[in-house]
């Protein structure tokens, strides 16, 4: 039985904060679920997965967010409990339902997870989604902890169904992938079937009957500002005449940073946890009992400038303060060392910075190494280009490399060197259009083969009808690679218990009317050659499925090992290093030994056995048994 399945009620847990999401929901009765899967918030969609198989709810991994979200509504508004989980960005391609499913709301209770990520740990933005909630006039929670996040996925399926509203859920990455004490509560049984109840004056958003819709929406809120104010997750603690202001993870830097400074009897602090609407009252009621106060919130001023007003609306003067040059910015993730220094510099408390420890002094001190992120030895992402690089060389072509978001961004780095456009999913096939269009060159995009699923189909449709002239590359690993080896929907090999159609990418390619197309394997590196020279000599629009299983995914699905190890010849004791100056794969390195007999050497840890270096060094062979 899956660990988050246990029917033990007061059992201690030490779960991620996107596991303890899961359990909330499995403790509000969670009857469908669907996700894209996206880093920080995939093991939601990952544990939701694992868990189906041995429960009654529904889950799917969709195409997109957007599908994602629409396949959610479709359940929600027929009374099923259901949640929709992904990044921050992904609430972006969601954001066109998301505004209108605000109108009509829902019947059964609806949690829309959105995973944010300061500091772009593995995202291209780190925009706020706390704007979300403003804009779409949704009731938003925060939580600050694994606890907090488990009991605010119950309670906002309970707030959801009261309002007839979905809630968003925003977590950030330290949330998601930091593990805490969870005390479990009784399971509900899930209701999986539900009944929709026609009434098209309420579901169907022609404008007419979007102009009321959009009035109940409205009313709805200030009902939800009522909860907020009302609501057991927005404290004010302490007694003191300083006010400290903040809201999910940051909370926990502010509460150790006044028990650090030893300020504990002069600091009360709001914690806001059910963030929009704003409690007005509740602010209120801390305005007017401080001095003057501190926002600490990571990303965008929005508490800060929701203080700001009330106390302007109520004639208030007291000094707020929080994203300026001396205080906090509007960059990156926070941490307990910064909070510490700032509170102590903006109330006057007499504060030493400790001294940064210097590994140098300390003889014993193990100096780790930097690993930069780098494609896998044997990606096959890495022969792909290395091959598309090689015929442009060999052409003395020049070309201009929009790619697209997975592991195969990492295309960037020396000596590959094959991006230079990137702004989201699905924007590859899109900005190649435009740029071989106004520009005449040679444009070669890249797109993996989930994103092609995501958004790349409607950018292909558009290409052939306005007749665009590039070269797309879809490579096709098999898998969700980067964030976690989920499926998608041309997934051939599947992990156990998957047994959904495989669709052909090809054919899908052929059926947008692309004439050219060539499927290869990028470890054959003649026939992956031959096909990006046909498709440069075309001068149409083409299409190469470069299609290979990510060696990582196969391993963990078939248990498939290496069957080929390759050393380094003797007659390698030159000055030549074009193997990692050209194709960089991490298991060739240069030998280190100063009486080496070979300039090169293969680590054999980290060769796979793929055999694409065999393909292009002839000082390269099979290793002897």
């Avoid at 909630?133 to 959801?160: C, D, H, N, V, Y």
């Avoid at 193990?366 to 992402?381: D, F, K, S, T, Y």
């Avoid at 456009?421 to 070669?444: E, Q, Y």
């Amino acid at each position: 039985m899956h660990p988050l399945l246990t029917e033990e009620t007061g059992k201690k847990l030490l779960l991620l904060g996107n596991e303890a999401i899961v359990r909330g929901a499995l403790e509000a009765g969670l009857g469908f679920a669907t996700t894209y899967p996206g880093t920080p918030s995939s093991e939601i969609g990952d544990n939701f997965f694992r868990i189906a198989a041995e429960s009654e709810f529904y889950f799917e991994y969709s195409t997109n967010e957007k599908v994602a979200l629409e396949t959610a509504a479709g359940a929600a508004v027929s009374g099923v409990r259901t949640m929709c989980s992904m990044k921050h960005v992904g609430l972006n391609v969601a954001a066109d339902p998301l505004m209108t499913l605000a109108y009509v709301g829902v019947r059964g209770g609806m949690v829309i997870v959105t995973a944010d990520d300061p500091s772009m740990f593995s995202s291209q933005n780190e925009q706020d989604s706390r704007i979300y909630g403003r804009l779409s006039s949704l009731p938003m929670l925060e939580p600050a902890s694994a606890q907090e996040a488990k009991e605010m996925t119950k309670a906002a399926f309970e707030i959801s169904e009261a309002l007839e509203l979905p809630v968003l859920l925003r977590t950030t990455t330290r949330l998601s992938h930091y593990r805490g004490i969870v005390t479990t509560a009784p399971l509900r049984p899930p209701k999986t079937k539900g009944a929709f109840e026609k009434n098209s004056a309420r579901f169907v958003t022609v404008p007419a009957n979007a102009r009321v819709r959009h009035k109940v929406l409205l009313d709805q809120a200030e009902k939800a500002r009522d909860m907020a104010c009302q609501s057991t997750f927005n404290t004010v603690t302490g007694e003191g005449s300083w006010g400290i202001a903040t809201s999910g993870m940051a909370y926990n830097y502010v509460a150790d940073a006044i028990k650090d400074l030893g300020i504990e009897d002069k600091v009360r602090v709001l914690k806001l946890g059910f963030t929009y609407p704003f409690p007005e009252k509740l602010a209120l009621d801390f305005i007017k009992s401080v001095e003057k106060i501190l926002v600490v919130e990571e990303l965008e001023p929005l508490l800060e400038d929701s203080l700001r007003v009330t106390a302007q609306t109520n004639g208030l003067v007291t000094p707020i303060a929080g994203k300026r040059p001396d205080l906090f910015s509007r960059l990156y993730e926070y941490n307990p060392g910064m909070v510490r220094e700032v509170i102590a510099r903006f109330f006057g408390v007499h504060y030493t910075l400790p001294e940064p420890v210097d590994v140098e002094k300390n003889p014993e001190a193990i100096q780790v190494p930097m690993r930069p992120p780098n494609l896998c030895a044997g990606c096959p992402h890495r022969a792909a280009y290395y091959a598309v690089n090689s015929v442009l060389k060999e052409t003395k072509t020049e070309a201009i490399f929009p790619t697209d978001i997975g592991c195969y961004t990492l295309g960037i780095l020396p000596p590959l060197q094959t991006a230079d456009f990137l702004i989201c999913m699905g924007s590859s096939v899109t900005s190649a259009a435009g740029i071989s269009r106004v520009t005449g060159k040679k444009v070669i995009a890249f797109i993996g083969d989930s994103t092609f699923f995501h958004s790349g189909i409607t950018g292909l449709i558009n290409a052939v009808h306005n007749q665009h002239n590039f070269i797309l590359v879809v490579l096709d690993n098999g898998t969700t690679a980067m964030t976690g080896h989920q499926p998608h929907p041309g997934a051939d090999i599947t992990l156990p218990g998957w047994d959904k159609p495989c669709i052909s990418i090809e054919a899908i390619v052929r059926a947008c009317g692309v004439e050219q197309v060539a499927v290869v394997n990028p470890n054959n590196l003649s026939k992956t050659k031959k096909a990006i020279q046909e498709a440069l000599e075309s001068n149409q629009l083409s299409v190469i499925v470069a299609k290979a299983p990510c060696p990582l995914y196969e391993r963990r699905v078939l248990g498939k090992k290496s069957k080929r190890a390759f050393v380094v010849g003797p007659e390698c004791n030159t000055e030549c290093t074009e193997c990692i100056d050209t194709f960089g794969c991490p298991a060739l390195y240069k030998n280190p030994a100063p009486d080496a007999k070979t300039t090169m050497i293969i680590d054999e840890q980290l060769c796979i056995g793929c055999g694409v270096c065999i393909q292009f060094c002839k000082k390269i062979r099979p290793k002897k048994i």
